[in-house]
């Protein structure tokens, strides 16, 4: 009588299993007859439920001992040296599947672009991440948009996804703005005339045509001295609500010499870049802020960086820093969190290498490192009370806008994929972000 073999066993279980997996996440699974090197081809099914005739073609692997040199982050497979030149000459795209049946697991990997290299082609092996090659329902985006021709729109899958935005929730302002009339022309002249006051100041307050506006009052503090009449008060939603362009122009000035001078301790507004970054402390030492959400371990907003000759000596100092701009949506207000980094030379004078020090930073950075910016930025704005003070009520932050999507949106099917970002270049990404393991 004929005997089915283990391999054979393996390979009709294995077929079936990514047959499930890919009805299961809604496509269609074609398998060869005629096999050789090829068991099968995934077609995709967009949401509207139309076929949309992309796919790629699959060779199926599977095993119920596990594979060669398997540990708890990965495996390898050897290919036979046939298949390869086949894949190659195929001119479409190829994924490799292996199905661990132990554990109902599988895991792909592209190999006509992986035997491209000709010392991987030599070696026949094809190396697996059990993390990042997971072939589960979060694997389709990636997979679909490899029968896609460079330039052509990605067929739209199932699926759905919660996006952190940048921007963060305004909840409230103060409940008035004080207006008055003033002698001072512009912020200069407003310094002097608090400097010579006995040197108390208050930078939150915009200047227009002889007057002056502030959530602060005007009758008391500081800005008293600005005032040359009666002082009178406006409800700020009639500011925060108009239509008047001219009018939501002063809000926003207001807002944002306000937002200055509730951090003016530790914040620097750069007129150049127009960006705010985080001021070095009297001592240079490492600034670090403590971080509010779930699993935040904090961000060194401030880090000095010392010479290798001279371990006391600064070589150049590295500050968060931050685009900040007031917007309004649907009555709504919101601070758009533009992260980025400034340099200087010892926590006050710019870098001269300021802009070459950010664009490879920038280079490195990907999704996840944006995303802990603007959360770490986000944790800073919104202030906590402390037991010796109370945080400013002039201008209340809430919580970052998150949106539900209907569709998700995979960074690795447009982002070419290099090594993750090591601290080692000059060490300027030491200790930025927490990078994905």
């Known amino acids: 009588m004929p005997k089915r073999s283990v391999q054979q066993r393996a390979g009709y279980r294995g077929e079936a299993f990514v047959d499930k997996a890919v009805s299961d996440a809604g496509h269609v699974w074609n398998d060869t007859r005629r096999d050789f090197a090829i068991d099968g081809q995934i077609e995709f099914v967009a949401t509207n439920r139309e076929v949309t005739g992309v796919a790629v073609v699959a060779q199926v692997k599977a095993t119920e001992v596990g594979f060669p040199g398997e540990t708890a982050t990965g495996f390898k497979f050897s290919c036979k040296a046939d298949h390869i030149d086949y894949w190659l000459r195929l001119g479409r795209p190829v994924v490799l599947i292996c199905v661990d049946l132990r554990i109902q697991q599988a895991w792909w990997k592209r190999v006509d672009t992986w035997f491209a290299d000709p010392e991987r082609k030599a070696r026949r092996v094809v190396h697996f991440d059990k993390t990042s090659d997971r072939f589960d329902p979060d694997a389709f985006s990636q997979l679909s948009a490899l029968g896609v021709p460079v330039g052509e729109p990605l067929p739209r899958l199932e699926g759905s996804e919660q996006l952190v935005s940048n921007l963060l929730t305004v909840e409230g302002f103060a409940p008035l703005i004080y207006e008055a009339s003033t002698p001072c022309r512009d912020r200069g002249e407003a310094w002097e005339r608090m400097r010579s006051n006995g040197n108390k100041f208050e930078g939150g307050f915009h200047l227009t045509a002889g007057k002056i506006f502030s959530l602060c009052r005007l009758d008391e503090g500081p800005l008293a001295v600005l005032c040359d009449g009666s002082v009178n008060s406006v409800p700020t939603e009639t500011w925060a609500t108009t239509e008047d362009p001219d009018l939501q122009r002063r809000f926003v000035s207001l807002l944002n010499f306000t937002l200055?001078?509730?951090?003016?301790?530790?914040?620097?507004?750069?007129?150049?870049?127009?960006?705010?970054?985080?001021?070095?402390?009297?001592?240079?030492?490492?600034?670090?802020?403590?971080?509010?959400?779930?699993?935040?371990?904090?961000?060194?907003?401030?880090?000095?960086?010392?010479?290798?000759?001279?371990?006391?000596?600064?070589?150049?100092?590295?500050?968060?820093?931050?685009?900040?701009?007031?917007?309004?949506?649907?009555?709504?207000?919101?601070?758009?969190?533009?992260?980025?980094?400034?340099?200087?030379?010892?926590?006050?004078?710019?870098?001269?290498?300021?802009?070459?020090?950010?664009?490879?930073?920038?280079?490195?950075?990907?999704?996840?490192?944006?995303?802990?910016?603007?959360?770490?930025?986000?944790?800073?704005?919104?202030?906590?009370?402390?037991?010796?003070?109370?945080?400013?009520?002039?201008?209340?932050?809430?919580?970052?806008?998150?949106?539900?999507?209907?569709?998700?949106?995979?960074?690795?099917?447009?982002?070419?994929q290099e090594p993750a970002p090591k601290p080692s270049v000059s060490g300027l990404a030491e200790g930025l972000w927490e990078l994905p393991r």
């Open 260 to 416: 200055r001078s509730v951090h003016h301790r530790e914040l620097v507004w750069h007129p150049k870049k127009k960006v705010v970054f985080m001021q070095a402390p009297p001592d240079r030492s490492n600034r670090r802020i403590k971080g509010r959400y779930r699993g935040s371990r904090g961000r060194s907003f401030f880090t000095p960086y010392f010479g290798k000759d001279d371990e006391t000596k600064i070589s150049f100092c590295r500050h968060y820093a931050a685009g900040l701009y007031f917007r309004r949506w649907d009555e709504q207000w919101f601070l758009e969190i533009n992260p980025t980094y400034h340099f200087t030379i010892d926590g006050r004078r710019d870098s001269l290498y300021d802009a070459e020090y950010v664009k490879k930073i920038k280079r490195m950075e990907r999704n996840n490192a944006v995303y802990q910016l603007v959360r770490a930025w986000a944790d800073y704005l919104q202030g906590e009370d402390t037991l010796f003070s109370s945080r400013d009520e002039r201008i209340r932050f809430g919580r970052l806008l998150e949106l539900d999507c209907d569709a998700a949106i995979d960074e690795t099917i447009w982002i070419p």
